[in-house]
């Protein structure tokens, strides 16, 4: 069974703080990661995708990814009451089940002003 | 200009009815999915059709019924509904496989009483 693995939280952070994402997968030969986020009853959207190793920076978010240690992450810098949601990490696993997402439990975040 | 929308957006039935939940996406996508998300807000792949071809069914009891009339529209039938359906049911797309964007639409809050 592959899977992915998130803190579920709630994360507080107090508003300007950086807030750290973390999340860890099953399967070594995965390719392609990312961070959705959903605010409470709406739906998810995303924030950043993610192929290779190392950062990728996008506005106040980085994504960092690290295939030898199965795991990537989401910093949100400059953190804003707006950011408060539930964010999901999602992973593109290889092989027969490669069509399809296997999201996380999710982390909720909460921004405190 | 709604990308992604779903019918209805609220369900309330008794136990053993059978219900539809309609999803269509405007743009221009081959691939579409449902995903059903529990009261703990975990987020699970049911079904992927690529060009209205049955890509993924993810071990979903027989009375999850998917039908893809063409590539834009992707509707999910459900028969003898259960207390265990209640959930909310999102539809998504995507242009290609799930390693691209994939875009939510705005979820059917489904209630079995």
């Known amino acids: 069974q592959k899977e992915v693995e998130q803190n579920s939280g709630p994360l507080s952070v107090p508003e300007g703080a950086i807030a750290s994402l973390n999340c860890t997968y099953s399967d070594r030969g995965s390719q392609s990661f990312f961070w959705y986020r959903q605010y409470s009853g709406k739906s998810p959207e995303l924030i950043m995708s993610?192929?290779?190793?190392g950062d990728k920076e996008d506005g106040r978010f980085t994504a960092q990814l690290n295939k030898a240690s199965q795991y990537v992450s989401l910093l949100i810098r400059d953190s804003q009451p707006s950011d408060s949601a539930t964010y999901l990490c999602?992973?593109?696993?290889?092989?027969?089940?490669?069509?399809?997402?296997?999201f996380g439990k999710g982390t909720l975040l909460t921004v405190n002003p | 200009d709604t990308a992604v929308s779903q019918t209805p957006k609220y369900l309330v039935t008794q136990m053993g009815n059978d219900k539809s939940i309609k999803c269509e996406q405007n743009l221009g996508h081959d691939t579409m999915y449902w995903y059903k998300q529990d009261s703990k807000k975990f987020l699970k792949i049911m079904f992927s059709y690529n060009n209205k071809e049955l890509i993924i069914n993810e071990t979903v009891p027989n009375r999850f019924s998917p039908k893809s009339p063409d590539k834009a529209h992707l509707n999910l039938h459900i028969n003898s509904l259960e207390l265990g359906d209640s959930a909310v049911y999102f539809c998504?797309?995507?242009?290609?496989?799930?390693?691209?964007?994939?875009?939510f639409g705005p979820g059917t809050r489904l209630t079995v009483l």
């Open positions: 998504a797309s995507s242009q290609g496989g799930p390693a691209d964007t994939q875009y």
């Open positions: 999602a992973v593109n696993f290889s092989g027969g089940s490669n069509y399809k997402l296997t």
């Open positions: 993610i192929y290779s190793n």
